[in-house]
Structure formats: C-alpha cells, structure tokens
C-alpha cells in the first residue's frame, strides 16, 4: 500500500528541491563565467610556475572555500554563509601574530641552521601552511584526516584545494600535504600548528601529550572552548548534541598544557559571535613551548 502524500507536501518538496538545483547551478555557473573572463592562452593564476588544467581551474573557481587566500596573493571564493568568513577575520590576526613570533623564536635559538620545519595539523585548506612558507618555514607540512569535508553545496575536496593553492601561490617548493591522522605524526618539528581541531577530539590530552614528543621549539593552538563556565576541571566529551568530539574551558586548556610539560609564553581569548551555543562561542589561542 503506498503511503499518501498530500498536494500541499508535494509543492513544499518541489520548491525546497528547485531552490537546492537554482543554488547549484547559480555556483557553477558563476564557476565557468569566471573560466571565461580568463585567458585561455595563458591558464596562470598568482605564481603557478606551471598552467593549470581545466579541472583546476574549476576546484579554484568553485566559491566553497574555508579560506579567502587574497592577503596570502590569491583570492579564493568562500562558501557565503554566517560562518566561514566572520571566523576567519576574527582568528587569523591572532594566528598570524603567534606563527610571526613563532619564526623570530626560532631563528632566535642555538640551533638554528638557518632550516625551519613547520607542520599545520587539521590543515583543510592550508591557509595557515602557507601563511608560514611565506614567513620563512621552509619546510611545511599540512595533515588532515578528511579528504572531504562538508555536505551538499559546501562539500569541498580540502586537500586538493590546499595543493592547488599552494601551486598558484608559488609555495608548492616549501610546502606539501597529505591525508593521515593527526595521531599518527612523525618526526620532529620546530613549530607545530593546531589550530581548529581539538575540540572535533574525544581525547585532545593525548594529542598535546603525544605532541610534547614531535616539537623542537614552538606549538601553536587555537580551539574552540566553552563559556558557559570556567571551571578549569570542566571537561566533556562527547560534546553535547554532536555525538563527537569534546568541549572544555580555557582554565582547563592551560592546565593540560602545563601538566603535559609545556610551558605557556602567551595565551588569549575572544569571542565567535556567529556561534548562537555558549559551548561554541569561545575560542582560545595558546603560544607556548616544550619545558627543558
């Protein structure tokens, strides 16, 4: 027996459905206007030392990126939603600062040959990867588990964007990325960059434990963290409403830090208005290096 639908659900499915397909059309559309407007003879972008492919310019036109690349030399086409590109102006001026202080610190250092290794842990796109080959790292390494992240219109090949990025930008000497779990880390690194993935962690203590191992000089976070209290013992996982993941205070951030042998130069906080949960709307920076 099939199950009845009335006129009025099956106008409501329709609409919903052609919004879905106008949206879809409009972004590849406005994708290969773009392609157009470019010369064909010339398929360059920024300091690509080669043309790009067909495919590539696509990937490049597509406006699903994390990141808007014009301070880095090339500008990228966000996903225009309440979130991506209010976070990014409210966290990268602090991350640029922390990376900027981090390359002074270790050119400051006996050890200094002259080399400085970087790794951008949960990298998606790689903006911050390329953000430190531009600032003097001169081996960059980007690590995400995901090479695909989102759903529907804002699904993004994040990976593929970072490599292709980094080619337009001229950095694809300095830097390379690679899907692997953050856990699974190896070498050693002068500066290490976390930035937006511990709190998508059920155990971020064991990543800062398992770090204390892989950092020379330099480790670099920023986090989500919860403001609905600051109770340095407030932990939770998973984290309410996702089924994954964790959320914990600031207090509680830097007492882990310090526990797990490290020692903080500089810490600071701000606010991500654009987040309606308490859970969601902190966001903490942490400059600080492995204890002698």
Request: overall charge positive; glycine content about 6%; hydrophobic content about 35%.
């Amino acid at each position: 027996m099939g199950i009845y639908k009335s006129p009025s659900s099956i106008s409501t499915n329709f609409t919903q459905n052609s919004k879905k397909l106008f949206l879809f059309l409009r972004i590849y559309l406005l994708a290969f206007s773009r392609l157009i407007l470019q010369n064909f003879n010339a398929f360059r972008i920024g300091k690509a030392r080669h043309k790009l492919s067909f495919k590539e310019l696509l990937l490049y036109y597509t406006p699903n990126w994390y990141h808007d690349f014009s301070e880095l030399g090339a500008t990228t086409y966000q996903f225009k939603d309440e979130i991506y590109p209010p976070a990014q102006r409210i966290k990268k001026y602090k991350i640029f600062e922390y990376i900027d202080d981090a390359i002074v610190y270790v050119k400051n250092m006996p050890d200094y040959s002259g080399d400085i290794s970087a790794v951008e842990l949960f990298c998606a796109d790689g903006f911050y990867a390329n953000y430190m080959a531009q600032k003097g790292a001169t081996k960059v390494t980007g690590i995400d588990i995901e090479e695909n992240s989102g759903e529907g219109l804002t699904r993004k090949s994040v990976l593929a964007q970072a490599k292709l990025i980094t080619k337009i930008l001229g950095n694809d000497d300095k830097a390379t990325f690679q899907r692997d779990d953050v856990f699974n880390l190896s070498g050693i690194y002068d500066v290490v960059l976390c930035v937006g993935g511990l709190y998508h962690l059920n155990t971020p203590e064991k990543l800062l434990r398992l770090l204390r191992e892989k950092v020379r000089h330099v480790l670099i976070i920023q986090t989500v963290v919860t403001l609905e209290t600051e109770d340095e013992n407030y932990f939770i996982s998973p984290t309410p409403e996702w089924g994954w993941g964790c959320r914990f205070t600031h207090a509680w951030l830097l007492r882990t830090l310090r526990k797990n042998g490290w020692s903080i130069l500089h810490e600071y906080r701000n606010e991500l208005a654009f987040n309606s949960r308490q859970c969601d709307r902190g966001s903490s920076y942490v400059f600080c290096v492995p204890n002698k």
